[in-house]
């Protein structure tokens, strides 16, 4: 890429004699429709991560079963992307390379709606006894529902946003606005879910799922996967049926480049596991620093995604897990801070382009705000040590000590970094998958595959970080303080990795010559 700063001569084994030729640029509007299926999605994984685990233990599953069920997201995530984003590349359907799979996705996730929401009516039905647990009927029911979900979303998450850099027509700056819009309808489904988890009458708005067998929590569980599915569906017809997308001949998918895996001088077909290491071992040298620094941006956010909540009722609130209310209280509280770092993230998402121009560029302002997610994660530490020392006691009723709510500065300040976490969260679920795109559309690759190679260097982290983090902060005494150091350390290694090796995309160079879109895409 001339004037970008990448290095041709390491794209060499994957890129074509010619640049691969370029689909006509889509109007905004339709970039936006096809964006907003993300609301649908996130909704989803919201409910899934305010109202299962207690829904779990309703259902009473054995805690290593739960730990079993929680890996289903990033194992389905390292197989199911990559998977359909290959077949999604090599798509001859005459409704498309992607629409078929984002269709199918959603019409999985309803048959695993449904699963979660009657499992334990379903198990009733097959002779659990109601009142005991564990129901092992409706746990299978649940398990099966819960794997399917995981599956159907990872299912719908990479061909939507292949088909964002299809209709971006190879255009980077439409491409990074594409993934932005993405990002901030994220943030939209994100408040949705949550707001509707923490509503507890909504199952009158249904009635019906309020039975023998499922109490009001769990008939407010169905009723909030009810206008979950409800809304992903009608975004997805809306989408089916108004972009058309063009079908691709197997020779045009290999002019396009889409092919990942060639012989001497001809193009070649292999199997999907042959063609998935093929592409990991011809991946060009900014694919590679892009996996890289993805790799050490979510080492730094998953000890947070994952324990915020738990830091709040432990560390700010002093509480402990089943004695008494207060680590309940900070749990409450921790929700309200995911809330405002919903808000700031859809924001901050729909100006992602204007501030990279502001900074010089996507790969600066992705490295300005890595940094700033090292600063918050250090600021942790801090801020519990702010609580620890101005922690009050009050009697308790059996006698002992109960501690006292935080005080307001306390509050206040971890309230505070909830918030601004959503500025770098908005550029992470942006930028690495635009410049992943452009990245891929440089060198030839496809889509669908390269999406799902970056995914790998997502999900990767996760399984290292859920599974290391617990005997990590037992090594200094417990608390979740020790894992967000090793975040706020990524994050810095991140930032300084994305200023310093990763190459600015051609569009982040000042030009003369501005391509005129093309509206439509037939």
């Excluded at 995530?77 to 799979?101: A, E, H, K």
């Excluded at 559309?441 to 970080?465: K, Y």
């Amino acid at each position: 890429m001339e004037g970008g700063g990448v290095n041709m001569k390491d794209q060499s084994s994957l890129q074509p004699e010619q640049p691969p030729p370029q689909s006509p640029q889509s109007p905004l509007r339709i970039i936006i429709m096809v964006s907003s299926i993300a609301a649908g999605i996130q909704f989803g994984w919201a409910l899934q991560l305010s109202l299962l685990t207690p829904y779990v233990q309703l259902l009473g599953i054995p805690h290593t079963w739960a730990a079993f069920i929680w890996l289903c997201g990033p194992v389905s995530g390292m197989l199911v992307q990559p998977i359909v984003g290959y077949y999604s590349d090599n798509c001859s359907s005459r409704f498309g390379r992607r629409c078929p799979f984002i269709a199918a996705g959603a019409g999985l996730v309803s048959v695993a709606v449904f699963l979660i929401g009657y499992a334990a009516d379903i198990g009733h039905i097959s002779g659990d006894p109601l009142g005991k647990t564990p129901k092992p009927r409706a746990i299978a029911v649940f398990i099966v529902g819960f794997w399917i979900l995981d599956v159907a979303n990872n299912m719908l998450q990479g061909p939507c946003r292949a088909l964002l850099a299809d209709l971006s027509g190879g255009n980077a700056r439409k491409t990074r606005t594409a993934n932005a819009f993405y990002s901030f309808f994220m943030a939209v489904g994100n408040v949705l879910g949550f707001a509707a988890g923490s509503y507890t009458h909504l199952y009158k708005l249904f009635p019906f799922t309020k039975t023998h067998a499922c109490d009001v929590y769990c008939a407010n569980l169905k009723s909030c996967f009810f206008l979950s599915i409800a809304l992903l569906l009608s975004l997805t017809i809306l989408v089916l049926t108004t972009v058309r997308e063009k079908s691709i001949s197997p020779s045009e998918q290999e002019s396009s480049g889409d092919v990942v895996a060639r012989g001497e001088g001809e193009k070649s077909r292999l199997p999907f596991f042959g063609e998935i290491f093929g592409a990991l071992k011809e991946l060009p040298r900014p694919m590679w620093i892009l996996l890289l620094v993805t790799c050490l941006n979510w080492v730094a956010w998953f000890p947070f995604l994952l324990f915020d909540t738990d830091w709040m009722g432990r560390e700010i609130y002093g509480g402990k897990v089943g004695e008494g209310k207060m680590y309940d209280h900070g749990v409450r509280a921790g929700a309200l801070g995911l809330m405002l770092n919903s808000v700031v993230l859809g924001f901050t998402s729909l100006t992602v382009e204007v501030l990279g121009r502001r900074v010089g560029g996507v790969k600066r302002l992705w490295g300005c705000v890595n940094f700033l997610l090292s600063f918050c994660l250090a600021m942790t530490v801090l801020v519990t040590k702010m609580a620890e020392s101005t922690r009050q006691f009050t009697a308790a009723p059996g006698g002992g000590t109960t501690p006292l709510p935080p005080a307001p500065g306390v509050k206040i300040g971890a309230l505070t970094l909830f918030a601004v976490l959503g500025i770098p969260l908005a550029v992470t679920y942006s930028i690495p998958f635009a410049l992943a795109s452009i990245f891929s559309n440089s060198s030839g690759s496809g889509q669908g595959l390269s999406l799902g190679v970056l995914n790998l260097s997502i999900v990767i982290p996760q399984m290292v970080v859920s599974v290391l983090s617990g005997p990590w902060d037992a090594l200094f005494g417990g608390g979740n303080l020790p894992a967000f150091v090793v975040g706020a350390i990524a994050a810095a290694a991140s930032g300084l990795f994305a200023l310093t090796m990763l190459p600015s995309p051609q569009p982040d160079i000042p030009s003369d010559k501005v391509s005129r879109p093309i509206t439509g895409f037939h």
